[in-house]
């Protein structure tokens, strides 16, 4: 059975910065190939802090997953989509196989209980650089709090993180109006990479 999960969103989820979807952020007609972005990449700042002098293995890029690690070098892969909207391309991606240490840490009664969820990304490829930037889960919050966000989600209480349950077509709307809101894509939480050069 594959090991398909949400610990990597709700990692990031928890420091702030991801939002997460049991739908997916886009419709199949918006999918892309991104051919560029495939190699290895490596860490120049992660969630807006630098990570230079910090050893972190190049990530990953393939066609469909990302081979990824954090500022500890702890392995995660996700399963990503690139997708398009306007001139704008984004990365919706979700929790694939977990490190080698899963077994220590969860069991299949733990595993059983785990729903996958969604989270997206707004990608900047130019030439030897990537920047990823999350849509900022504080544009939610404060929507929220104020009761004008539109958009459905479901909490398992009051004190955890809302799950959004938006159709992919709200989805696409939704990005369609406020994707070029600097606030919703704070620069803040940024991903930044360089092409790894092969010898």
Request: proline share 3%; with cysteine.
């Amino acid at each position: 059975m594959r090991k398909s999960l949400f610990l990597f969103p709700v990692c990031f989820a928890l420091c702030g910065c991801y939002v997460q979807s049991l739908n997916t952020f886009f419709t199949d007609d918006l999918k892309i190939e991104l051919s560029d972005i495939e190699g290895q990449w490596v860490s120049v700042a992660q969630a807006g802090e630098a990570m230079e002098g910090e050893k972190i293995t190049p990530w990953v890029f393939g066609e469909e997953t990302i081979g990824t690690y954090d500022g500890k070098n702890n392995f995660s892969e996700l399963d990503v989509t690139y997708f398009k909207i306007g001139e704008t391309v984004y990365m919706d991606f979700t929790a694939g196989e977990p490190g080698d240490d899963f077994e220590k840490v969860c069991n299949s009664f733990w595993v059983a209980g785990i729903t996958p969820v969604h989270s997206l990304c707004k990608v900047i490829l130019q030439g030897d650089t990537l920047v990823m930037i999350p849509m900022s889960y504080e544009w939610f919050e404060k929507r929220i709090k104020e009761k004008t966000l539109k958009l459905h989600y479901v909490k398992a209480g009051e004190e955890s993180l809302p799950v959004f349950t938006v159709s992919s077509k709200e989805w696409v709307a939704f990005l369609k109006q406020h994707g070029d809101d600097k606030t919703l894509f704070n620069e803040k939480y940024r991903y930044v990479f360089s092409r790894k050069i092969m010898k």
